[in-house]
């Protein structure tokens, strides 16, 4: 057996054997020492014999014919070479045992790192569904929200005229419940009244308040009902996205109570007898 080539296979992958491997290297290596002492102590014992009965020949030489001596010690040798040649082969098949199994131990540690592994990357997959899960839940209850939140808005809002202003119906349960959520501040309050200041100046609204200024009657109130056609103060039946409400963002929304104050600035101008713009905005809406 070729004892310097296994040392350098050995050698060569040590670097890749663990603790545990390396014990089963040394106990094998140790053992397979431990056997061919005990074989080369039979060897020895098994030549000094041979020496022995060698000079047991040379002190008798006619004892026996130098032909029996011959065949006795080619006998011998032929002996020996087999006992060698049983030794090496066992020293052979015990090195590649000592190999094989610490290939295979490596390989089982491998395995189990692996199947580790794999183990923490599918208990990652399984939380990150449960997340996924967990927020399409909260997509869908906010969509719900959003859906009533916009069903309460559209049986609330109306548009002005053609501008971008929206008159908002306030006697709706759901919408004052909703108002709630809205506090009322002094930026809010200053947007109010810069909404109002706009709604003031728009040509619409002035047509209207002159029209009230000049013709009061009945029939005249036909005229105003012909201004606020469809095309001019309409529903809006258009799905609007409602996102996230800030008081900077419903600075087109003027309610009702606003609308009042206006009417109450412009009754002080109007003379005595005449009709309030809030009276023909209410007939207008009794007759809608």
Do not use: W
């Not at 009902?225 to 809006?236: F, G, M, Q, S, Y």
Request: charged share 40%.
């Amino acid at each position: 057996m070729d004892f310097k080539a296994l040392r350098e296979q050995i050698l060569a992958n040590i670097e890749s054997y663990n603790t545990e491997e390396m014990k089963i290297v040394v106990i094998k290596l140790l053992d397979f020492l431990v056997d061919i002492n005990e074989k080369r102590s039979n060897l020895e014992a098994e030549n000094k014999t041979l020496f022995a009965e060698m000079d047991h020949l040379k002190k008798n030489p006619l004892s026996e014919s130098p032909e029996d001596y011959k065949l006795k010690i080619d006998e011998i040798i032929a002996k020996a070479n087999e006992e060698a040649q049983k030794i090496t082969d066992n020293a052979r098949e015990e090195a590649e045992n000592i190999i094989l199994e610490a290939n295979k131990n490596s390989q089982l540690i491998i395995d189990k790192a692996d199947d580790s592994q794999n183990k923490i990357i599918q208990s990652f997959i399984e939380k990150m569904q449960q997340v996924i899960e967990e927020i399409k839940l909260k997509d869908d209850e906010a969509k719900l929200y959003r859906k009533h939140i916009l069903s309460i808005f559209r049986k609330t809002l109306f548009r002005f005229s053609d501008t971008n202003y929206y008159i908002i119906r306030s006697d709706n349960e759901e919408f004052r419940d909703l108002l709630q959520f809205f506090e009322v501040d002094e930026k809010l309050q200053k947007l109010c009244d810069e909404n109002i200041e706009k709604l003031s100046n728009d040509p619409k609204y002035q047509e209207i308040v002159q029209m009230v200024k000049e013709n009061p009657s009945e029939e005249d109130i036909v005229g105003i009902n012909n201004i606020l056609k469809d095309e001019h103060i309409t529903i809006d039946n258009k799905t609007i996205e409602l996102k996230e409400v800030e008081p900077t963002d419903i600075e087109d929304i003027i309610i009702e109570e606003q609308i009042d104050e206006i009417v109450e600035d412009e009754e002080e101008k109007l003379p005595q007898g005449k009709s309030k713009f809030l009276d023909i905005i209410n007939q207008y809406k009794n007759n809608k």
